[in-house]
């Protein structure tokens, strides 16, 4: 098989929750352990540091790789979900894993793990794993694919936990209220390995304290955190306000914290071995997180004049924050390019749109995309108007073609709207 082929196994004889949804899912760990005892427990020879949380987890992961490469080391990154070439989904530092590796692992070892019948995050999670012990990498960043406790990347031991907020997403596995969803994010937390959490509210916090008391994990809360507990005397001086984030996003700011407490979390681990003093990594994998390690997707710029962003934020609590900064963006007509999956709270999010924008309703390229015409239906009744379009690519050349240069144009509701559109900008 060549690479298209090879990948087209993997999404079509496994099951892909970005395709399917629910029916991916597979509960518990006995595939991802029978995968980890055939490879060796690959996951052993490298540090690793495991990132969970409903929003921000990617450009925490994103972040936390940057100032680690920044520093001199060799670091893996296990992200999900891709959204241009399955590849982004395995890099190190910053290069994704090679086509021909993804089609020698899918041929040498499909005789194994056929017959186990592991869903598409499992097996692809047991191919980082490998590759990341063969490169030798320092350390990995883990990514957490749905929840903690049950997740397959949930076999490491990490020299660090990271749980960067608790809302409302996937509750049909984890749970319909913050105190069950907190509790399943909560099982990534180790015995004795220390615990960042990104941010609380009143539900979430007593879940984090209790399970970090019986794990005996040191805990630390970003919301407390403050620079003057570095004990890099160039940090302890920098304001926080002062530390340049190339990603723009409102929301940043709370994953920015989340990062800087993290960092300090495993100061000392870090800095024994840097090649730099950790205020220069610090402050160069802020600035250059997307030169690093490949991050797109995040209140992105395609083009100028009209502006246009995209941004893969997907649900309530991404949209929290999305809706402020579109609503405050300077413009002589806002015009947003919108479409979302069918597990997600979409009147919630239409509600907090901005009423003077101009829409135009989109389906994005998977199964489970909403209808563009039901999307339409639901926000008139939020008083949002606009056309709709069967594809994301059509619907945003729409836009420029409606657009004046001092408009502003936006592209999200979903990851998967923001693929499309990547995939098809080269057109645009």
Known sequence: MNYKETTEYLFNVTPVFEKIGAGAYKEGLANSLALDEHFGHPHRRFKS?????????????????????????????????????????????????????????????????????????????????????????????????????????????????????????????????????????????????????????????????????RMNAPISFAEAFSMDMFTDEELRKQDFEDIDFEQKGLYQQKNKRTVLCAIHAIEDTISSHASVPLHTAVSAGFANVCEQTGLVGRWQTIRQ?????????????????LAI?????????????????????????????PADAEYYWCKASTHRAIPETRISQLAESHHLHGSSYGDVVTAYRQALTDSHPDDFIFVGGSSYVVADLLAGIENC
């Open 49 to 213: 540091i495991h990132i969970a949380g409903t929003n921000g987890k990617g450009s925490c992961s994103h972040t936390i790789a940057a100032i680690l490469q920044a520093a001199g080391y060799k670091v893996g990154l296990y992200t999900s979900p891709h959204l241009v070439d399955f590849r982004e989904r395995i890099r190190v530092n910053g290069t994704c894993v090679s086509e021909q590796y993804v089609i020698d692992f899918v041929e040498q070892e499909r005789s194994f793990f056929e017959p186990l019948h592991p869903s598409f995050f499992e097996l692809t999670t047991a191919m980082a794993f490998k590759y990341f012990a063969e490169q030798q990498v320092d350390y990995a960043v883990i990514e957490v694919g749905l929840g903690g406790r049950l997740d397959c990347t949930n076999i490491i031991q990490p020299v660090l936990s990271v749980i960067t907020n608790i809302s409302f997403d996937h509750t049909q596995f984890l749970g319909n209220t913050l105190e069950k969803i907190a509790y399943e994010k909560a099982g990534i937390i180790k015995q004795g390995i220390p615990v960042v959490i990104g941010e609380t509210v009143d539900e979430t916090k007593p879940v984090f304290e209790d399970v970090a008391r």
């Open 305 to 321: 004049a009209p502006l246009a962003i995209c941004d893969t934020g997907h649900n309530v609590g991404g949209w929290e924050y």
């Open 325 to 353: 900064q579109v609503a405050q963006q300077p413009c002589r007509q806002r015009r947003i390019v919108f479409g979302m999956v069918d597990d997600k709270d979409i009147n919630a999010v239409l509600a907090m749109l």
